[in-house]
């Protein structure tokens, strides 16, 4: 289900292809930035992949094939799993916790991290 029609599902299509064509979380979240920042226009995927490091053909045949359907359903499924009282948007979960206020994701993120030292955004 997209609330927004069907130019945000091809969106979100393209948004898991390029997570799952991501060399890392970082290059992935610079990729969500620069598309969300267009917001979602399909001609800024090309140039938002290139710009994160991630191979943007692989992208775009991801997104207009069987795997771009698998992985938006499996988004989908991982959706549905919270239960049907959220069908909407925003959603946000660190390590499978509801944040509630989006202005608190920071702190959510950093109470979740268990590296040896908190990031520098932590402090």
Same mark, same amino acid.
């Given at each position: 289900?997209?609330?927004?029609? &069907?130019? &945000?599902?091809?969106?979100?299509?393209?948004?898991?292809? $390029?997570?799952?064509?991501?060399?890392?979380?970082?290059?992935?979240?610079?990729?969500?930035?620069?598309?969300?920042?267009n917001e979602g226009d399909l001609s800024s995927a090309r140039t938002c992949a290139e710009n994160a490091n991630i191979d943007a053909k692989a992208v775009e045949t991801c997104a207009k094939g069987e795997e771009g359907l $698998?992985?938006?359903?499996?988004?989908?499924? $991982?959706?549905?799993?919270f239960g049907s009282s959220r069908l909407g948007t925003p959603w946000i979960v660190v390590n499978g916790q509801h944040v509630d206020d989006p202005s608190k994701l920071l702190q959510a993120i950093?109470?979740?991290? &268990?590296?040896?030292?908190k990031p520098s955004g932590c402090q």
């Open positions: 289900m997209c609330q927004h029609g &069907e130019e &945000e599902c091809v969106a979100n299509i393209v948004e898991a292809c $390029a997570g799952a064509h991501a060399n890392s979380q970082k290059d992935f979240v610079q990729f969500l930035y620069c598309f969300e920042k $698998a992985l938006d359903m499996k988004n989908a499924e $991982a959706t549905a799993n950093c109470d979740a991290y &268990e590296g040896a030292s």
